[in-house]
């Protein structure tokens, strides 16, 4: 657990380095994702590692916090309104503390201990890994605001791995059938190293830049603003349902609405 709470770790520093400096105009910022401003989308990664921090030391606690806040859809909103109406300082502060006690309490964790969610249960690493994706892709959304392009790093691969191994949950959770069918995925990562999944003779594949698929499968990019080539109709048709996170399902950008910037 050491090197991938270590990766979690930076990935929070990461996009803590981005909205530190930032003023309380562009805390208010509207991002790309759903009508969410800056703080917005901070707020929800605070109140999120402060629920993973729970589930990972106080499942009864968890279970309470989970149960009222999914009474009812107003008690869901009401649940975090105080964080995300908070002073950004406030806000910093708080994502702070909670972010440093969940990846302490991932740490103390084996790999394969379990620990609950608000689905499944989760094995400690899988929950580590879904906090970097998000943290990530909530990233994301705030350098597209400013306009910042991001140097990408090979903490991408844990991005990745989780897209490729939700290939099954984005058909299911559209009530499709899952296709029985092997597709090849081949990601170059930003050091250069080929990343691989799936069987080499498949018929069907999905190769390119780790970062451009990693931007699909968390739909802050469509797979035709990308560089991905893309074989095979259930291949196509996976980039185009790609979600790597939990919920109902979403459809991810248009083509050229979140145009990915070279």
């Given at each position: 657990?050491?090197e ?9 520093e ?9 003023s309380?105009?562009e805390?208010d910022t509207?991002t790309?994702f759903?009508?969410?401003?800056i703080?917005?989308e901070i707020?929800h990664?605070?109140f999120w590692?402060?629920a993973a921090?729970?589930a990972?030391t106080?499942?009864q ?5 989970i149960e ?6 107003e008690?869901?909103n009401?649940?975090?309104?105080e ?10 502060e708080?994502?702070r503390?909670e ?14 201990d ?12 899988s929950?580590a ?5 998000e943290?990530?892709a909530?990233g ?8 910042i392009?991001?140097e990408?790093t090979?903490r991408?691969?844990?991005?990745a ?7 099954g949950w984005s058909?299911?959770n559209r009530?499709l059938?899952?296709p029985?069918?092997?597709v090849?995925v081949e990601?170059t990562?930003p050091?250069?190293d080929?990343?691989t999944?799936?069987p080499e003779?498949?018929e ?7 970062l451009?698929?990693c931007l ?7 797979v035709?603003d990308?560089?991905l080539?893309?074989?095979?109709d259930?291949?196509r048709?996976?980039?185009?349902i790609?979600?790597?996170f939990a919920?109902?399902?979403v459809d991810g950008p248009?083509p ?5 910037r070279?």
């Open positions: 657990m050491k991938i709470c270590r990766d979690l770790q930076e990935e929070q990461a996009l803590d380095t981005i909205v530190a400096p930032l309380r105009k805390w509207i790309p759903i009508g969410w401003s703080k917005y707020a990664l605070a590692d402060m921090k729970l990972a106080d499942e606690a968890f279970r309470g916090l009222s806040m999914f009474a009812s859809e008690a869901y009401e649940s975090q309104r964080l995300r109406e908070a002073d950004p300082a406030f806000v910093m708080y994502w503390r972010r440093k006690a969940l990846v302490d309490a991932l740490a103390a964790k084996g790999p394969k379990r620990i609950p969610w608000v689905g499944p249960t989760m094995s400690a690493r929950k890994t879904a906090r970097i994706m943290t990530w909530h994301q959304d705030v350098a597209d605001t400013l306009g392009e991001r990408p090979d991408l691969r844990h991005v791995h989780l897209g490729v191994t939700t290939f058909h299911a009530g059938e899952v029985d069918v092997a090849r990601l990562g050091s250069g080929l990343w999944w799936g003779d498949a069907e594949s999905i190769k390119g830049p780790a451009d698929f699909v499968v968390v739909q802050r990019r469509h035709e990308t560089s080539l893309v074989k095979g259930v291949a048709n996976w980039m185009l790609a979600q790597a919920g109902p399902p248009r050229g609405e979140r145009v990915l070279k």
